[in-house]
């Protein structure tokens, strides 16, 4: 609707919610990154003074240092598995040729659909009896798990906007079965399988829940290791970690806009 | 370049029949018209040409070969889409190339000459390096039709690739289709619903009737003597009047007004093919058959005049000089040698 | 290999994989929430609603996460229309600034509202300073706190399930809807808000489903005294250790959301089919 057709009071009110709106979504980051510069034991907002202590004694503590690089760990082996896995079901599912489809794209999703918390204690249960203790690699399986829905669905949403004579059109100029995914498909699916595989990224890097379920002593990742320190005793340097968190979904955000378009996947 | 041959082709999809049985020889060289409207199975049996569809039944030879169970990409035809199916993430020389990369066909350098000679023959040399997105759809175009022919393939497959195009363009793409076609010889299937594309491009015409070959002929005679009255339906806007033959010879209209038709017929009931631009139209009192005039279109140059005749709907195609107004009675008069009669 | 074999092919990595980690896990779990010492039992199940401690937990979590799906519902929908309507470069910001806080962990952002909502956080204070609170003024470990930071995390999904459905209206039918008499109010209620009515319904069923399950938000906002059924399953595994319960509660949890999610799915089947 053209903007004169809205009456001014209605875009003076639109204005005021947007404001408000915008200040309650980024409150709470805007305090974590202002806790983080404090000169302060304790933690307040606004901070007293502005020092970078706390990302010293971030940088320098083992505990805080080796939950990143298992986090990190994760996650770029998230990245990978979920993006080859997923991206793989995608194809297999926009060409639309296994029987089921429908019930196969729904039994790719359902990981989106049910809660976290219910699979955490099912992988948790699962692992043990079958197993024994967990590991490493049942993080990265469960992380999988999770990311995969988002990986197919990206991938989906972009393939299912190419012109879907590609394909045929390369098979009558002589391409054969890995030609035609090297060449068309994936090429085709790019965008989507990138957004998804930040996606995956991400979901794995500050995943809670799972990670919870599945800690144990030298299993701990970040945002486990922050969730602990917040439940026993927080200083600002909780809030050092969390801003490099943050600063590090910025960039993520920025890369996939900047590489892929972000409104195409924030509604898909 | 290669001659096509089909054998008693049958396709169903699940219980639906698409096609009962087409057998089709197609010389090398030719140029062949699938005509049809939506749904005829004309475009499935150019698919199946193609190997993008199997067959239920029958045979499908391409250069005395058997191809019927060949892939598509094993089969040496090239295809033009109706969307045009460009690769959208290679320029336009890697597409016109990509044929010829997937087939192994040359070295680099070969290929590369390949793909300037194909862009000169669509006039497209200057766009080289374009991404398929910023061409329009008359270049876009014109690079699916490099792309197709520059592999220089045994069959090249047309699936109604102007109907996307404005009239103008399309008209231009003909005379370029026509030209390239003198120039290649290449064995040439066009799939169109499009009448005046089919006659002024093809070397023979395929009528195509639910899944059926209703008629095949050249253009001229396709269209100056359709088998049925299907036929004669698809091809030109004829007028279909139905009649029966009286004892004296001449044709005896649902109202009793009587035509002479010019020729010895048995008795019996027929159906009278009046082609638009064969009918002349003059005032009530002239010699002729009596017309009601229902509706004037006035197209510029000429104009079209919806008619009733004999309780029948028909228009015919006239010069401006006189004008008839809704309710006015006219005479309509045709050459006898120029009405077609189908038996009914 | 036909075409067939090879989809399967691309598919089956996946499909083994959720096979084997998903629901096999989920299988397991199912059948530990009825095992007890001498064969399948439902002991655990009526251990948990015939205690009153944990039918207050349930009541909780079902009344809170409909007071956070009603909130999200009313921010979200005028936020997903404007987002809907603005210029594309507004747009854009907007989307970034609603996707910023959905990528960022869940803990990090609670812990900003910790910050926030502790005893001399900013919030009270400037309550206590406005003279709307007294001296006493608490918001932490109240209800209050995790309806409000559970709005936060849940709100970008509702905005932006609404914005898909809203984002595909035709604005031409709002202009149409003007030249037939509409105000601008009157063309939101008649032609905006039943067209994107699937949105809402879809979000809301995330947002509940979402709100019902999760724990870290309400544990760190509410405390140990307001436990919300996710973080009784939770405190079920990692303090008593006892499986089979949390087994057991982890079914109502799911059941619970089967029972909210199915008849939405059985209707949007229909509409589709």
Redesign the interface.
Known sequence: MASFLVPSWVRLAARIFIVVTVIFLLAPLVVVVGVSFSESQFIAFPPDGLSLRWYQTVLSDTVYTSAFWTSIRIALLVTVSATLLGGAAAIALHRRMLPGSAFLATFFLSPLVLPTIIYAIGMLMFWSAVFGPVSFVTLWIGHTVIAIPYVVRTTLAVLSE??P??E?????????RI?RLL??VI??G?PGLGAGAFFAFNISFDEAVLSLFLRKPGLTTLPVQIYGQLEFSPDPSVAAVSTIMIALTVVLILVIDRMLGLQRFAST | MANVRLENVKKAFGPVQVLHGISLDIASGEFVSLLGASGCGKTTLLRIV???EAVTSGKVEIGGRDVTAL?????D???M???Y?L???LSVAENIR??LR??GIGSREQQHEKVLAALETVQLGHLADRKPRQLSGGQQQRVALA?AIV?DPQVL?LDEPLSNLDARLREDMQVELIEIHKRLKLTTIFVTHDQEEALSLSDRIVLFNAGKVEQQDTPADIYAQPATEFASNFLGSANLVPAEIGSDGSAILADGQSLAVGRELPVGKVSLVLRQEDLSIAAEDANGLKATVRTRVFLGARCRYILDLAGERIQILTGNDQTFAAGDTVSLSIDPARIRIIPR | MSDRTENLLLAAPGLFLLALAFFLPIGQMLALSVEGPEGPTLAHFSRFLGDGFYLGVLWRTVRLSLIITVICALIGFPLAYIMARVGPRARLWLIILVILPLMTSVVVRTFGWVVLLSRNGLIPELLRDMGLAGRTFALMQTETAIVIGMVHVLLPFMALSILGVISRIDTRLEEAGRTMGCSFLQTIRTIVLPLSLPGVVAGSLLVFTLSASSFVTPNLLGGPRLQVLAASIYKSVTQTLDWPFAAAQAVILFAGILLVLIPYVRLTARDNG
Not at chain 1, 168 to 176: D, P, Q
Not at chain 2, 71 to 75: D, G, H, I, L, V
């Open positions: 190419s012109d004579f590609l045929e059109a390369a098979r009558t100029m002589g391409a054969g030609q060449y068309v090429p085709q790019l | 193609a190997g993008l892939a598509p990409e094993k089969r035809i090239s295809m889409f109706q969307s199916a690769l959208p993430h990509f044929p997937m087939r792309r592999s497959l």
